[in-house]
């Protein structure tokens, strides 16, 4: 059984800094998700891909939020973070964590972490 839970969502103002943190729970050993990352969804929005990092640490960032935030992986603690700064509103949305089994392909979600940005 796999479980991911976030945290380290709230309110702040116009460049601020916000850590979302990703902890997962699981009898497996974190190295078989080959990919972890970050989603956010928007009111009236669709899911849309904000990072992600291969087991190896390579990553990816949605163009929006390049040079402001940064998602690493902990092996040992297998957990999953995104440090957010220079938070825009535009980043207001809910964020989910996200891990791909490296096996089956299949997608495993967190429940979200609302992170509302004011102006």
């Known amino acids: 059984q796999v479980q991911l839970v976030e945290s380290g969502g709230g309110l702040v103002q116009t460049g601020g800094s916000l850590r979302l943190s990703c902890a997962v729970t699981t009898t497996r050993n974190i190295f078989s998700f080959n990919v972890m990352g970050w989603y956010r969804q928007a009111p009236g929005k669709q899911r849309e891909l904000v990072a992600h990092?291969?087991?190896?640490?390579?990553?990816n960032y949605a163009d929006s939020v390049k040079g402001r935030f940064t998602i690493s992986r902990d092996h040992v603690k297998n957990m999953v973070s995104l440090q957010m700064n220079s938070l825009k509103p535009e980043d207001t949305a809910v964020y989910y964590c996200?891990?791909?089994?490296?096996?089956?392909?299949?997608?495993?979600w967190g429940q979200g972490t609302q992170v509302t940005v004011s102006s």
């Open positions: 996200n891990a791909v089994s490296s096996s089956s392909g299949y997608n495993y």
């Open positions: 990092i291969g087991s190896g640490g390579g990553t």
